[in-house]
């Protein structure tokens, strides 16, 4: 009997280096990685462009259940597209994530989601970041992972990565976006984000993205192990 090949959940606050360490473990492993906050701002990007007001949350939720959203391509050249529009370098702008952590929210849009995501990982061989795989979307999940970080590294990494994708803005802005989206994550009703009880937690505070990723390899070796 051919055994299904693991997922992997990858959770964790924003900026604390899920999408590095998901990327990586899929490289690695040959599996598929799905960023699932990708999926959030293409629906946050639809809102916008259709000039949706936050405050109608049935005509969003109604879009969230509608869109056709697909992600392809390998780990490093992940290209997202919504109803075959594809909007890979428009998700990263800053407007699109503050709409998105207000999107993210609401309980119709976060369902719809959640059912695509355990669609596209219910065969495994994937390896998922976002706030709520291993509480939500993948319980049980093979391994998973709570990735942390200081706000203060965290807030440095994302301005970092804002920087490199031609994004200008203070490290104060930046840090200000990280404090708010802690706070929608961690008080919304659907979802909030906590760390599973049998999670293994990681605080990559002070480490290199090596170090990471040879502890969260070394959980991936010892969940291959224990099914061998």
Same mark, same amino acid.
């Given at each position: 009997?051919?055994?299904?090949?693991?997922? /992997?959940? !990858?959770?964790g606050p924003a900026g604390a280096g899920k999408s590095t360490l998901a990327r990586a473990l899929a490289r690695q492993l040959g599996y598929?990685?799905?960023?699932?906050g990708a999926m959030?701002?293409?629906?946050?990007?639809?809102?916008t462009q259709q000039g949706i007001s936050l405050e109608d949350t049935d005509q969003i939720g109604s879009l969230a259940r509608r869109a056709q959203i697909e992600l392809k391509g390998s780990p490093d050249e992940m290209? /997202?597209? !919504?109803d075959a529009k594809d909007v890979?370098?428009?998700?990263?702008?800053?407007?699109?994530?503050?709409?998105?952590?207000?999107?993210?929210?609401?309980p119709e849009v976060r369902r719809a989601l959640v059912a695509r995501q355990q669609q596209i990982g219910a065969d495994g061989g994937v390896v998922m970041e976002g706030r709520d795989i291993g509480t939500i979307v993948f319980p049980?999940?093979?391994?998973?992972?709570?990735?942390?970080?200081?706000?203060?590294?965290?807030?440095?990494?994302r301005h970092r990565q804002e920087r490199?994708?031609?994004i200008q803005g203070s490290l104060e802005s930046t840090q200000a976006e990280i404090e708010e989206r802690d706070r929608r994550d961690s008080t919304r009703l659907e979802s909030p984000l906590i760390q599973a009880a049998d999670a293994h937690y990681i605080d990559s505070s002070g480490r290199s993205i090596d170090q990471v990723i040879e502890l969260a390899l070394r959980l991936v070796n010892e969940a291959?192990?224990?099914r061998a």
């Open positions: 009997m051919t055994t299904r090949p693991l997922i /992997i959940a !990858i959770d598929l990685y799905i960023n699932t959030y701002r293409a629906i946050a990007w639809q809102v290209r /997202i597209t !919504i890979t370098k428009e998700i990263l702008a800053p407007e699109v994530a503050l709409t998105a952590s207000v999107v993210s929210t609401i049980g999940a093979d391994v998973k992972i709570y990735l942390d970080a200081s706000q203060s590294d965290r807030s440095a990494r490199k994708g031609g291959q192990s224990g």
